[in-house]
C-alpha cells in the first residue's frame, strides 16, 4: 500500500549532525527493495548527502527550497529557490533574543544566513563544538519556552526548533508538508501511500506540518530504534 517512505534526518536516521551509522543503513538498504525512498531535510542537499555517506537517495532540502536526485550516481540539484532577507533586521532580532534569554556569549558567528535566504541562529554560535550543542536541549524544552517569543519577531516566516541548539527561520510557504505534498502531486502519489518519518512533530518542531497536515507518520523517539519502530514496513 506505501509506495513512498520520507524521512527527516537529525535525530530520526542519525545523531544530530552525525554520519549515518551502518545499521541504519541496512535499514534504510531493505527499505530501497520494497519503496521510495526521500528525504525531507532542513539543511541543504549536499550536507544531507554527506552526512547520509552518499546513500542514494533523493533529496528536498532546506524546507523544500531545494531538491536533489541521483544521476549516474551523483548527486545532482535540479532545483533551488532563493530569497533574500533584510539580514541586519535578523541580526538585531537575534540580539533580542540573546538578551531575553541570557544567551548573549558565543562561539563564532551571531547568525547563519545561507545562500537559500534561509537563517538559522545557533543559541550558542555556529562555531560552538558539536558535543556542546548535542548536550544543550535534547528535550528541546528550553527552545520550547523560548518559541513564542523568537515567533513573535518574524512575521510572514515559518520558525522552527531546528537542529540541536537553533532556530531555522524560512520563509512562511516553506515547511515539509508543502515540500512532501507538492513532491507526491509531481510524482502522482496520493496521501494513502505516503508514510513519513520524522522525531519532531511537536509545537514549533520541523516536521510539525506533516501531522498538522493529516498525513500518515511514524514518530521515531531515538535513531537507535529506527529499525524496530519500521520493522512494520519490511
Ligand atoms: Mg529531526
Not at 549536499?46 to 532540502?61: K, M, S, T, V
Not at 530569497?83 to 540580539?95: C, E, L
Not at 535534547?138 to 531546528?162: E, Q, T
Amino acid at each position: 500500500m506505501f509506495k513512498l517512505i520520507a524521512f527527516d534526518l537529525d535525530g530520526t536516521l542519525t545523531q544530530h549532525r552525525s554520519k549515518l551509522d551502518q545499521t541504519n543503513r541496512k535499514v534504510l538498504e531493505e527499505l530501497d527493495k520494497k519503496y521510495k525512498l526521500l528525504m525531507v531535510g532542513a539543511g541543504g542537499c549536499e550536507r544531507i548527502y554527506n552526512q547520509l555517506n552518499c546513500f542514494p537517495i533523493d533529496i528536498i532540502g532546506y524546507y523544500g527550497m531545494q531538491e536533489s536526485v541521483m544521476n549516474n550516481g551523483q548527486l545532482k540539484i535540479v532545483r533551488s529557490d532563493f530569497y533574500t532577507v533584510d539580514k541586519q533586521y535578523f541580526i538585531d532580532a537575534t540580539d533580542k533574543i540573546r538578551e531575553k534569554f541570557g544567551y548573549t556569549d558565543y562561539a563564532g558567528d551571531n547568525v547563519d544566513f545561507h545562500e537559500t535566504g534561509a537563517v538559522t541562529i545557533p543559541l550558542l554560535g555556529k562555531s560552538a563544538p558539536i558535543e556542546e550543542k548535542v548536550a544543550f536541549d535534547p528535550d528541546r524544552k528550553k527552545r520550547a519556552v523560548m518559541y513564542p517569543f523568537v515567533k513573535s519577531l518574524f512575521d510572514g516566516f515559518n520558525v522552527f526548533i531546528g537542529g540541536s541548539s537553533s532556530f531555522d527561520i524560512v520563509k512562511e510557504r516553506f515547511n515539509k508538508y508543502n515540500a512532501l505534498t507538492a513532491y507526491m502531486k509531481e510524482h502522482g502519489i496520493n496521501e494513502n501511500e505516503v508514510m513519513y518519518v520524522g522525531d519532531d512533530f511537536g509545537c514549533g518542531g520541523n516536521d510539525e506540518q506533516i501531522k498538522t497536515g493529516g498525513l500518515n507518520y511514524t514518530l521515531i523517539d531515538d535513531y537507535r530504534n529506527l529499525g524496530n519502530k519500521l520493522a512494520f514496513l519490511l
